[in-house]
């Protein structure tokens, strides 16, 4: 099955500055990849998501990019604010044939210092 | 405004109970998950429905059953709790190949 690693599980950065979360996966079928914040009292919300056939979508302050041939992507938070504190999970999923079932990371706890 | 309901946040239960999770949503979609939440291990998921009356096993579902009677409700169900199903339950739904919703979770002790 789907292997996801994610990296790394926690990150402080000043208010303002960039952050970045990877993520790998080891299924090459994988074709769909999604992004969800988690925060306190308020569930898990997909934020950004990525499907194969591009290597770069953004929104905003936020962009992923995919790498297919190394099988791996990453979550790009530009101008950061203490609102984007929370968990990030990353995720990856085979949707052909009418499937769709997630597999995540374990989580980056991202930490916006004001 | 899309809505995935679990009907507890918080529960206390003794090992050994039956324990039910429930989960709503009214989205009318076809598939529905029930995942468990672990520091330092993510969401792992226990089983998955892509249609009632069916499912199938995720990655940890030793302990656990699920029930799809109806479209829009998928029950978690604990046989006989055990301190180490104590963890954060998420349950969500999707149609097809789009996004996920969550629910809020449902944080699950047993002592």
């Known amino acids: 099955g789907e292997n996801v690693e994610q990296h790394p599980s926690t990150l402080s950065v000043q208010e303002g500055d960039s952050a970045v979360i990877k993520c790998t996966y080891s299924?090459?079928?994988?074709?769909?990849f999604p992004w969800y914040k988690q925060e306190l009292g308020k569930g898990s919300q997909l934020i950004i998501d990525?499907?194969?056939?591009?290597g770069e979508k953004k929104d905003k302050r936020i962009a992923v990019t995919l790498n297919k041939t190394a099988k791996h992507f990453s979550l790009h938070i530009t101008e950061t604010q203490p609102e984007d504190s929370a968990v990030y999970f990353c995720?990856?999923?085979?949707?052909?044939?009418?499937?769709?079932?997630?597999?995540f990371g374990k989580g980056t706890k991202l930490s916006v210092i004001p | 405004d899309v809505k995935v309901t679990q009907s507890s946040r918080y529960l206390v239960k003794r090992t050994g109970e039956k324990v039910f999770l429930e989960c709503v949503q009214d989205?009318?979609?076809?598939?529905m998950f029930w995942y468990r939440q672990d520091p330092g291990l993510g969401l792992r998921l226990i089983y998955f429905?892509?249609?009632?009356?069916?499912?199938e096993k995720g990655d940890i579902p030793e302990g656990y059953s699920v029930s799809r009677e109806k479209k829009e409700r998928f029950s978690l169900i604990l046989e006989s709790a055990s301190t180490n199903q104590t963890s954060m339950y998420l349950c969500?739904?999707?149609?097809?190949?789009?996004?996920?919703?969550f629910g809020q979770g449902t944080r699950l002790t047993v002592v």
């Open positions: 969500a739904s999707s149609f097809r190949t789009t996004e996920a919703f």
């Open positions: 299924d090459s079928a994988s074709n769909y």
């Open positions: 990525i499907r194969s056939n591009v």
């Open positions: 995720a990856a999923s085979d949707s052909g044939a009418g499937s769709y079932q997630l597999t």
């Open positions: 989205m009318d979609h076809e598939n």
């Open positions: 429905s892509y249609d009632v009356k069916m499912k």
